[in-house]
């Protein structure tokens, strides 16, 4: 049996082992190569077994920057602060824990000058990393400074000219000011300065791809495969690049979007499979609509992080893309309940109101949400189409119109929303007046007006015409006596007995109304009996036994 020495001694050779095995330089390669879980957990064992070392906490305080505002993590930048103040508590003198809560107070929309000041005062005076790190700060705040960033790198560049991580940090400067040129040579430097250092290689490519220079940027990242095929930064951007180029072309696009996943599932693969890494997979699915793997993705962050926001409504609307929409509607009240205000935007309430008009007990509940969003993005009037008809089949005309008002803004709008937009207000009209609420002749001067425009942009569209008959019969009064809708029956009568005869077989009953209001026009209002008995045996020859045209030719026949 081992004795207490020599387990003693064994533990400490075993908790060595550990610390040495996972040094600052394997940490910062993590995290380097987005494996973000196992980079944090390295400065975790550091900072434990060493908590005298700055530098671990600076790195650690850098990381929980980094990813904040990537995954939105408010929490991340007070971690970040905690780390920051344990490293200047460890070492007061190190510079650049200071310039971490400089950043941290830029990440919170506050000054930064009294911690880079504090930086600045306790750096030695050929030192350049203060001045790069402040410079990092500024240039990938959440509201970049560029200029104050790339007054700091000159300074840092004129100590030290051959720093890679410099130079890295000069082309992001350039590259938010869309000096694409300056950029991708400050790129080419940091990767000249250090031929390990694949990062600057990999942003080489990125700009071809902000470029729209896609063969280019495939070359490009594949010859940072060529000399680490374990990097997976790069194989993510070989997804991005090939699902911005499926797009250009309709013929290519559904190869490059599955070649654009696989690369991605690579990239996953060579990730540590975090929350963190799984959350821009999330987004990466729900930009290429694969919606089936999203929702399975977001199920499996859940059993990571069952209160995530950003969880939750990755949940919401892959349930809704897939037909679930009772998930849906559920997983998004809970994830706007659970989020600050600030941080929802319209496709929230978007994608809840159209969940919840799929229960016609709470269409109004979600006609008030996608009314919302419409208020927030007028984008979303597009989606109004959609939820005009689900209210129009529910009978809620009212309502239906409505929607078909905001839907017609669209720009790219169909001509079947002012056909529904016109039925919507005739129908309404209707229901009104069969209840003897007296509607308002307003309600018909709308719905003519919908139909009107849609047989001026598809003038053989009968059906239109043959609802500005009915719609103009109402405006008329009960006599008809100013035959307001003839013209409207009329075409609507030549469009299927003269252009599109093929229709007439299935347009009998829309033949009999026709027929039957001009032959009643025809006696009443113009007393051409002739005219009108015409009209009454076309009727007739269509339904032998209708009653309408049977007792109207009697009349006729008594007169004579």
Known sequence: MMNKAVKITLGLILVGSAVFAQSLADARKAIDAEQYQKGKAILNTLTSADPTNAENFFFLGNLYLTTSPIYVRPDYIDS????????????????????????????????????????????KRKDHETDLYIGRAYVHAPKPMIAEGLVHLEKAKLLNDKDAQLFLVLGDAYREQQKNGEAFSAYRSAFELDKTFLRSKVELGKINKLSK??????????????????????????????????????????????????????????????LESRLRHADFLFLAKDFKALEAEANEMAKLDKVNPRVLRYLAYSAFENGNFESSAQALKDFISKVEPGRLISQDYLYLGRAQMKDTTKLDEGMLNITKAVEMDSTNAAVMSEVGLELFKAKKYEDAAKA?????????????????????????????????????????????SAFSYLVQRSPTTQIGWQYRGRINRLLDDENDSQGLAVPFYTKYIDLITVEKPELAAKSAAGLIEAYNYLGSVAARKDGDNVKAKEYFDKVLALDPANVTATQAVKAIDGSK
């Open 404 to 448: 078909y008002e905001i839907s017609i803004l669209n720009p790219e709008r169909a001509l079947l929303d002012y056909y529904y937009l016109g039925s919507s207000y005739y129908f309404h009209y209707g229901a009104l007046k069969n209840a003897n609420l007296s509607p308002e002749k307003d309600l018909l001067v709308k719905a003519d």
């Open 213 to 274: 220079a896609y063969p280019e940027a495939i070359e490009e990242f594949n010859s940072v495969i060529a000399l680490d095929a374990t990097y997976g930064p790069a194989y993510r951007e070989l997804a991005e690049t090939y699902f911005g180029w499926a797009w250009t072309s309709q013929k290519e696009y559904a190869g490059r979007i599955q070649q654009a996943l696989q690369y991605y599932e690579k990239y996953m693969d060579l990730t540590d499979r975090s």
């Open 80 to 123: 970040a602060k905690a780390a920051f103040s344990k490293g200047i508590a460890a070492d007061e003198k190190y510079a650049l824990n200071y310039v971490g809560l400089g950043a941290v107070d830029l990440a919170n929309n506050g000054n930064p000058k009294a911690n880079f000041d504090k930086a600045i005062e306790q750096t």
